[in-house]
């Protein structure tokens, strides 16, 4: 078990509210990952944890009751506390959503290590037996007026829903890997890349360089329907990579021409994190989605024989 040395106090606003918000993440002498919505009177602490992810349709995972006290968009804050070792922390936070700060990981990661982590190693999950999740699956929960709105939404926009994100065993060191983008618009088209962490300065020292800056995106011409839904209020030009209408090109300059699919591997990492320890195992994202991670975990843990836990 692993904790800050010090609290950590960041500020920005959420990306789909545009609420601002104050979050405190404390060190705890307590197991987990837990938030606390400072906000709403009594609220009792948020296990962030896969079985208590409540939404992932908003293009983000949320954490805890819908109709109740819960917490959007806490995958680019679960990856940095990942990558920093951290499995102990009581975050308090000031509003409904995480703060998307520059739209990566960066900033949540750079505050964690200049705060410094106490010694200790985190829970290991060994994958054992192999598990998938396919889109397919994630359609058949849907109602059919949304499934319906989404065939129409992929035929205009010339995506397909066959994505799937697989986990299988490994040699049994390291959480391996591998996204793989496709979209139609040329300046994405099809992206690969592959990451691993073993929990050596020289992974931590990859990701910090190489992958915490990548930013989250998105359509310009979707954002007007975006904000319409709730979503996308807090997005500007310094949190978001913004496609142009056409597709082949940015509204603002991207600091990798792949920067898409390493975004990608900040989300994998913090909806891994959401197993409650460092998942050793391949992790195959094709066309992956919150959604798929999420499910992909419950599959594993569906069936004990499929992982062995050490401690």
Same mark, same amino acid.
Request: zero cysteines.
């Given at each position: 078990? *692993?904790?800050?040395?010090k609290e950590?106090?960041?500020r920005g606003?959420?990306?789909?509210?545009?609420a601002?918000?104050?979050?405190?993440?404390?060190?705890s002498?307590?197991?987990g990952?837990?938030?606390?919505r *400072?906000?709403?009177?009594?609220s009792?602490?948020?296990?962030?944890?896969?079985n208590?992810?409540?939404?992932?349709?908003?293009?983000?995972?949320t954490?805890?009751?819908?109709?109740?006290?819960?917490v959007?968009?806490?995958e680019?804050?679960?990856?940095?506390?990942?990558i920093?070792?951290?499995?102990?922390?009581?975050?308090?936070?000031?509003?409904?959503?995480?703060?998307?700060?520059d739209?990566?990981?960066?900033?949540?990661?750079? @505050?964690?290590?200049?705060?410094?982590?106490?010694?200790?190693?985190m829970?290991?999950?060994?994958?054992?037996?192999e598990?998938?999740?396919?889109?397919?699956?994630?359609l058949?929960?849907?109602?059919?007026?949304?499934?319906?709105?989404?065939?129409?939404?992929?035929?205009?926009?010339?995506?397909r829903? =066959?994505?799937?994100?697989?986990?299988?065993?490994n040699?049994?060191?390291?959480?391996?890997?591998?996204?793989?983008?496709?979209?139609?618009?040329?300046?994405?088209?099809?992206?690969?890349?592959?990451?691993?962490? =073993?929990?050596?300065?020289?992974?931590?020292?990859d990701?910090?360089?190489?992958?915490?800056?990548?930013?989250?995106f998105?359509?310009?011409?979707?954002?007007?329907?975006l904000k319409?839904?709730?979503?996308?209020?807090?997005?500007?030009?310094?949190?978001?990579?913004?496609l142009? =209408?056409?597709?082949?090109?940015?509204?603002?300059?991207?600091?990798w021409?792949?920067?898409?699919?390493r975004?990608?591997?900040i989300? @994998?990492?913090?909806?891994?994190? *959401?197993?409650?320890?460092?998942?050793?195992g391949?992790?195959?994202?094709?066309?992956?989605?919150?959604?798929?991670?999420?499910?992909v975990?419950?599959?594993?843990?569906? =069936?004990?024989e499929?992982?062995?836990?050490?401690e």
């Amino acid at each position: 078990m *692993t904790t800050l040395k010090k609290e950590v106090v960041i500020r920005g606003h959420g990306i789909h509210s545009g609420a601002p918000v104050k979050v405190v993440i404390r060190p705890s002498n307590s197991s987990g990952i837990f938030f606390r919505r *400072t906000d709403i009177k009594g609220s009792m602490p948020i296990a962030a944890l896969f079985n208590n992810v409540g939404e992932t349709k908003m293009r983000n995972t949320t954490i805890g009751d819908l109709n109740s006290a819960h917490v959007q968009t806490v995958e680019h804050l679960m990856a940095a506390l990942f990558i920093a070792g951290i499995d102990s922390a009581m975050i308090d936070i000031s509003g409904p959503e995480t703060p998307i700060l520059d739209g990566s990981a960066a900033e949540f990661l750079a @505050a964690f290590v200049n705060a410094g982590v106490t010694s200790g190693a985190m829970k290991r999950i060994i994958v054992k037996r192999e598990v998938i999740a396919h889109s397919r699956e994630i359609l058949r929960t849907l109602s059919p007026w949304v499934r319906i709105r989404l065939w129409f939404f992929n035929l205009i926009s010339g995506r397909r829903g =066959n994505g799937f994100v697989r986990l299988k065993p490994n040699h049994g060191k390291s959480l391996d890997i591998t996204a793989t983008l496709i979209y139609p618009e040329k300046i994405i088209g099809e992206q690969t890349y592959r990451y691993s962490f =073993n929990g050596s300065k020289k992974s931590i020292n990859d990701f910090t360089t190489n992958i915490a800056r990548a930013r989250t995106f998105g359509k310009y011409s979707e954002w007007e329907y975006l904000k319409a839904h709730g979503m996308g209020r807090g997005a500007n030009e310094n949190n978001v990579i913004a496609l142009n =209408n056409t597709g082949d090109g940015t509204l603002n300059p991207v600091i990798w021409p792949d920067e898409f699919v390493r975004h990608k591997i900040i989300d @994998a990492i913090g909806d891994m994190f *959401t197993s409650g320890g460092w998942i050793i195992g391949d992790l195959e994202s094709f066309k992956g989605s919150h959604a798929l991670n999420n499910l992909v975990l419950k599959k594993l843990f569906s =069936n004990a024989e499929n992982y062995d836990i050490v401690e």
